[in-house]
T-cell receptor
Framework: EAQVTQNPRYLITVTGKKLTVTCSQN?????MSWYRQDPGLGLRQIYY???????DKGDVPEGYKVSRKEKRNFPLILESPSPNQTSLYFC????????????????FGPGTRLTVT | EDQVTQSPEALRLQEGESSSLNCSYT??????LFWYRQDPGKGPEFLFT???AGEEKEKERLKATLTKKESFLHITAPKPEDSATYLC?????????????FGIGTKLQVIP
């Protein structure tokens, strides 16, 4: 089954304790992305990756890190989490078109609900 | 900067009462407008992609249309199971790479 998986699904942590949220896709997609979703603000892009070793900032990258060492995995790292990073996080992936003339739909993971106290 | 505005923020319909959701966008070089459906606590689920003005896509009770400035999601004779938040997103080659901008969404409630 084609899917995007995220782990953990729920996480409660304390300020300053480093954490990693994993994301994996089995569709051989080049493009992967992380979003956070907050009430009244919608989905906002944190980081995205066009392919292995190619990453770029989205609209809200502060306080987050990513890496793309393998095509299927795109972990999100919070080096020193703070309460304002409490949110619902989604990972997504999509294929890309030759020459990037048109972009394709994204497939989303089930979400990770993070609470930082 | 790419912008997406969805209206209304919330919509309550009686079962069978057709209506439309709006997505207005401002983007430099549209490379795709996407509609997603999101159920509470779940990841968005893809519905449609539109690439150029005049394009239309249809699936069951849903029909998406696109102009140069906005897109509409028409819901014909909705059923309670159509209740969800509908999200609109645009992708553009902003900065040379692929950025995605989402609207806040329209929360649809269909009452039996």
């Amino acid at each position: 089954e084609a899917q995007v998986t995220q782990n953990p699904r729920y996480l409660i942590t304390v300020t300053g304790k480093k954490l990693t949220v994993t994301c994996s896709q089995n569709m051989n997609h080049e493009y992967m992305s992380w979003y956070r979703q907050d009430p009244g603000l919608g989905l906002r892009q944190i980081y995205y990756s066009m392919n292995v070793e190619v990453t770029d900032k989205g609209d809200v990258p502060e306080g987050y890190k990513v890496s793309r060492k393998e095509k299927r995995n795109f972990p999100l790292i919070l080096e020193s989490p703070s309460p304002n990073q409490t949110s619902l996080y989604f990972c997504a992936s999509s294929r890309t078109a030759p020459l990037a003339r048109n972009f394709y739909e994204q497939y989303f993971g089930p979400g990770t609900r993070l609470t930082v106290t | 900067e790419d912008q997406v505005t969805q209206s209304p923020e919330a919509l309550r319909l009686q079962e069978g009462e057709s209506s439309s959701l709006n997505c207005s966008y401002t983007v430099s070089g549209l490379r795709g407008l996407f509609w997603y459906r999101q159920d509470p606590g779940k990841g968005p689920e893809f519905l449609f992609t539109l690439y150029s003005a005049g394009e239309e896509k249809e699936k069951e009770r849903l029909k998406a249309t696109l102009t140069k400035k906005e897109s509409f999601l028409h819901i014909t004779a909705p059923k309670p199971e159509d209740s969800a938040t509908y999200l609109c997103a645009v992708r553009s080659p902003s900065g040379g790479y692929q950025k995605v901008t989402f609207g806040i969404g329209t929360k649809l409630q269909v009452i039996p």
